[in-house]
């Protein structure tokens, strides 16, 4: 490809709804794949979701939207955030979700994604009987008052007229039932020669054709019109079934509020919450919903953060604290300088995540989707074989062969089959996500679910992160006055746990810090920057030592800190000790639990820090996990990437200098009070900062994969069994039609099960 081509190339996102089964994202992929200049197609199941990359030159869009709906789907380009899109299908479309309210509390969602209105809809197709896809305007209704619901009753009406109609005149009954078939596999044909022609021989549409018209010919009219009408019946199912497990991602962008009280001076007024900017401020009233991440500025109250993080114990937050868009105030007015735009902050964020989630799809989800494709046509295959080989080759009769062809047919779609990964993977990314636990992926999950090593940065995972200093010891004639202004001064602006410390101590003890300037981090050893005209060091003592910032005496007193499970920094400048400062960070209180969680589960638990051993053996020592010390980045790296050979290894960390350790590890997982490097380079997210939601997340993907083994048993199980049935005559379409349908929803109920699913509870 020359630059020129590429760079002509856009990246083109649209919602196709009315998809209920993995047979409507392959067919739908297939079909775009073969238009020219169509490159990456990516079709979400749940998120509803098309991406394509498209040389408009070659395909407009336009182009790609009438072969979609030609298909029988509707489609509408979708709108993106000011940075990213992260935009989820409607929740709402005009209707309201009575599930998504919270006592009266606004839920409303984003209002970011497309309307579908009269002028992009495409009703071709849709109303009639057959494979008829969800229309937005259904989603809040009553199955009866949907499209498919009405579908269902025509030809229930249909099928119930020509039984009537037999009773009271047997012999015109047979062309009642022949009139009943033909009226609803129609639509049914339509859609199977629209595919026929986009080069997509092998789909349930075609099959049920094949099916319904070869039971016409053979005498079966009865049962092929009692197959359409199940096969109708099968359609509602699964687009319930797969509507449940859609609710849940839709639930999460009702989570923000539609307005904010926007405080101007002295004065407030409604504004959409989409258009915050960062630097204002917005007045909650207790009982409102947070409209943008945030930092309170004035008031204390309760906020039930449970919506965003699922912890249900409401904290209470003050002056200087951050807070969710989407958490509950709930008891005091708080004004809350927005921190993060729309587009960033954290219900967008959990958004993005699961909008990019179905794309890094499993393995076992790849491997299925390869699998489908040679499924359906061997089934195919098989089925002509069993109508021509018995009666050419042993003189029975075609009607029986032809009859046991025609279900074989019908139990050769893979849908069930196709299914069965995404649903359990949307179910088990909804269940993390009301309990803070984000992953990115099916692939993340399945990776998770193997996980044998967990390794733990020490400061701000295992440990609060906040680090709080005990000692001040001067050298020489340096008083600890000017000790603490030298080290202030150093560290001025930087966000370091250590650092904040530092300038919180001086604060503390009324010191200003000195004026400096061309600060400049020494990688896993400490900093250095220009302090009141002249250099100065806050380092590590074995850096220092190396120096000439630190002497014999200094280093035994250094000593003496990090065996008492302190972290000692020293302050020094050109070969000249000014003193050592020690700090401690104390583990989190669920960190002790959390190893011992995962010690039962069979996982090896390790710290990498950048601290010395000692400091590192007191904390490792009261966790009960071994530890590796005194590392700098490229160590921790280099340690993943050795014990990676050996097993699956997890990663969590929240700090910058953790980047390049979260990527290496097989899943790399990052605290949620942690640095947006850490967030956006790592394969999952823990919102709440519990050490013990890493086994949860654990258990939660072993769960997941076990769902999947056992969806995979129940399609293929099911088809196995009534192949071998309809070969032998024991079972007839019907009962055919009822197995690939049964199959879908009893795995997508299956799959459902998940949303149930306590993580944090021990098995």
């Known amino acids: 490809m020359t630059m020129s081509e590429a760079a002509r190339e856009t990246s083109c996102d649209w919602t196709v709804t009315g998809m209920d089964c993995g047979s409507c994202a392959t067919k739908i992929k297939d079909a775009v794949a073969r238009l020219p200049g169509v490159s990456g197609v990516e079709v979400g199941i749940m998120t509803e979701r098309l991406r394509v990359t498209l040389d408009e030159a070659q395909t407009g869009r336009d182009k790609i939207e009438k072969t979609v709906r030609a298909l029988g789907y509707q489609i509408a ?122 080069g997509q021989p092998f789909t349930i549409e075609s099959l049920m054709t094949i ?180 009666p050419l080759a042993f003189g029975q009769p075609w009607d029986t062969w032809v009859y046991r062809g025609l279900a074989l047919l019908l139990i050769g779609c893979p849908c069930a089959l196709v299914i069965s990964v995404p649903a359990s993977i949307a179910s088990a990314m909804s269940t993390g996500a009301r309990r803070g636990l984000l992953m990115k992926g099916g692939a993340v999950i399945e990776a998770a679910a193997k996980v044998e090593v967990v390794t733990f940065d020490k400061t701000g995972t295992l440990t609060h992160g906040r680090p709080q200093v005990t000692d001040v010891v001067p050298f020489g004639a340096t008083t600890e006055a000017e000790l603490l202004a030298v080290a202030a001064g150093v560290e001025t602006g930087s966000s370091h746990p250590l650092a904040i410390a530092i300038l919180n101590k001086a604060k503390d003890a009324g010191v200003s810090a000195l004026p400096s300037q061309d600060a400049k981090a020494l990688m896993g050893k400490g900093v250095v920057a220009t302090v009141g005209g002249a250099v100065a060091y806050v380092s590590s003592p074995r850096y220092a030592m190396e120096h000439g910032g630190l002497d014999g005496i200094g280093l035994r007193q250094a000593t003496i800190f990090e065996e008492d499970g302190k972290t000692a920094v020293a302050v ?32 090896t638990s390790v710290i990498l820090t950048g601290d010395n051993p000692r400091t590192a053996a007191a904390i490792a020592g009261s966790l009960g996990l071994k530890f590796e010390a ?90 196995a069994v009534f192949l071998v049935t309809s070969v032998f005559g024991l079972t007839g379409l019907w009962i055919a039609i009822l197995a690939d349908t049964g199959a879908t929803v009893l795995v997508t109920l299956n799959a459902l099960r998940l949303l149930r699913f306590n993580p944090e509870r021990e098995a």
């Open 211 to 390: 099916a319904a018209i070869g039971a016409l010919f053979i005498n079966a009219a009865e049962e092929a019109a009692l197959v359409v009408f199940l096969f109708a019946v099968g359609e509602v199912l699964e687009g319930v079934a797969a509507g449940k497990a859609r609710d849940g991602i839709r639930a999460l962008a009702n989570l923000v509020p539609k307005t904010a009280q926007l405080v101007t001076g002295d004065t407030t007024r409604e504004v959409p919450a989409a258009s915050l900017t960062i630097g204002q401020t917005v007045l909650v009233r207790p009982g409102d919903r947070i409209p943008a991440d945030g930092e309170i500025l004035d008031g204390t109250s309760g906020v039930d953060e449970s919506p965003v993080t699922g912890e249900s114990v409401p904290k209470t937050r003050g002056p200087g604290d951050a807070v969710f868009a989407g958490a509950i105030n709930t008891e005091a007015a708080l004004r809350v300088k927005v921190t993060k735009g729309a587009e960033d902050n954290t219900i967008a964020r959990i958004i993005r995540l699961v909008e990019e989630a179905e794309e890094a799809r499993a393995p076992t989800e790849r491997f299925i989707d390869r699998f489908s494709r040679w499924y359906m046509p061997a089934i195919v295959a098989v089925a002509a074989l069993v109508v021509v080989v018995p």
């Open 77 to 198: 380009p979708r709108a993106a955030g000011a940075k990213k899109d992260f935009v989820l299908p409607d929740a709402h479309d005009g209707h309201d979700d009575d599930h998504a309210t919270h006592e009266g509390h606004d839920h409303a969602g984003h209002d970011h994604g497309p309307k579908v209105t009269s002028a992009n809809r495409d009703d071709s197709g849709h109303g009639s009987p057959g494979h008829v896809h969800d229309d937005p305007a259904d989603r809040g209704k009553r199955w009866y008052q949907t499209a498919k619901g009405k579908l269902v009753i025509f030809t229930a009406l249909l099928l119930g007229a020509a039984w009537v109609i037999e009773y009271l005149a047997p012999e015109i009954g047979k062309w009642a039932f022949v009139a009943a078939c033909l009226v609803g596999v129609a639509p049914v044909a339509k859609r199977a020669f629209a595919a026929l022609r986009m």
């Open 630 to 719: 005194d590392m700098l980045p490229e160590d921790k790296l280099a340690y993943i990437r050795e014990i990676g050979t050996q097993g699956s290894v997890m990663m969590i960390g929240d700090g910058i200098n953790d980047a390049p350790a979260l990527k290496q590890a097989s899943v790399g997982v990052a605290m949620g009070s942690g640095t947006d490097v850490a967030l956006e380079t790592a394969d999952a997210a823990i919102l709440r900062d519990r050490v013990t939601d890493i086994p949860a997340t654990i258990r939660l993907s072993r769960a997941a994969m076990a769902n999947i083994r056992q969806n995979v048993t129940i399609a293929l199980g099911l088809k």
């Open 572 to 603: 020094f400048r050109e070969k000249t000790p000014l003193g050592l400062i020690a700090m401690r960070d104390e583990p989190r209180a669920d960190a002790k639990d959390a190893v011992r969680q995962l010690t039962a589960m069979g996982v």
